[in-house]
T-cell receptor, first 115, second 113 residues
Framework: NAGVTQTPKFQVLKTGQSMTLQCAQD?????MYWYRQDPGMGLRLIYY???????DKGEVPNGYNVSRLNKREFSLRLESAAPSQTSVYFC??????????????FGDGTRLSIL | SQKIEQNSEALNIQEGKTATLTCNYT??????LQWYRQDPGRGPVFLLL?????KEKRKERLKVTFDTTLKQSLFHITASQPADSATYLC????????????FGKGTSLLVTP
């Protein structure tokens, strides 16, 4: 049982380049999330998808776009990478039904450096 | 704004002792609070969820308390082991963001033999 799978695990980009971070879950979860984690800042929500077909902005959406491709997959795109987007990116999923007491399941992250 | 505060200083304890980590929050009236563990280079892993009316919850060597009056949760690890060394995060549901979570910055725990 893989849980939440993120690809790639590491990536180095030059300023202005674009890339897409991939995330897939095999738990039949309805809700999916993208967070970034920076030293001293903790985890911050970039975008979320409460259910298939919907996406919404989180705390720090600027410079990012997302696509909920289907129930399993939720991708994060950087259209024009900036050094401020150097971070560790985590994808997570939860059942998304039954109220707000659902735990989240995280992938192991994508470590992104932008030069 | 909604804030979650955890002790930013690392907690160093000796094996076998009880570790106690603190999570304080402001501008929240949460019905649930969650605790996660994060190891270096890995994503957070869910440990425990406690409801506002539960006051205390246990899972093996872990115990969580939840005081909505003090706006505080305490996370205890009894008979600590070196394998318990990790960063521990508390989390509350982020307002107006589906079921997304707002995380504290975490407290690093180091258990030495």
């Amino acid at each position: 049982n893989a849980g939440v799978t993120q690809t790639p695990k590491f990536q180095v980009l030059k300023t202005g380049q674009s890339m897409t971070l991939q995330c897939a879950q095999d738990m039949n979860h309805n809700s999916m999330y993208w967070y970034r984690q920076d030293p001293g800042m903790g985890l911050r929500l970039i975008y979320y998808s409460a259910s298939e077909g919907t996406t919404d902005k989180g705390e720090v959406p600027n410079g990012y776009n997302v696509s909920r491709l289907n129930k399993r997959e939720f991708s994060l795109r950087l259209e024009s990478a900036a050094p401020s987007q150097t971070s560790v990116y985590f994808c997570a999923s939860s059942e998304g039904v039954g109220g707000r007491n659902q735990p989240q399941h995280f992938g192991d992250g994508t470590r992104l450096s932008i030069l | 704004s909604q804030k979650i505060e955890q002790n930013s200083e690392a907690l160093n304890i000796q094996e076998g002792k009880t570790a106690t980590l603190t999570c304080n929050y402001t501008n929240y009236s949460p019905a649930y609070l969650q605790w996660y563990r994060q190891d270096p280079g890995r994503g957070p892993v869910f440990l425990l969820l406690i409801r506002e009316n539960e006051k205390e919850k246990r899972k093996e060597r872990l115990k969580v308390t939840f005081d909505t009056t003090l706006k505080q949760s305490l996370f205890h690890i009894t008979a600590s082991q070196p394998a318990d060394s990790a960063t521990y995060l508390c989390a509350l549901v982020l307002s107006n963001s589906g079921y997304a979570l707002n995380f504290g910055k975490g407290t690093s725990l180091l258990v030495t033999p």
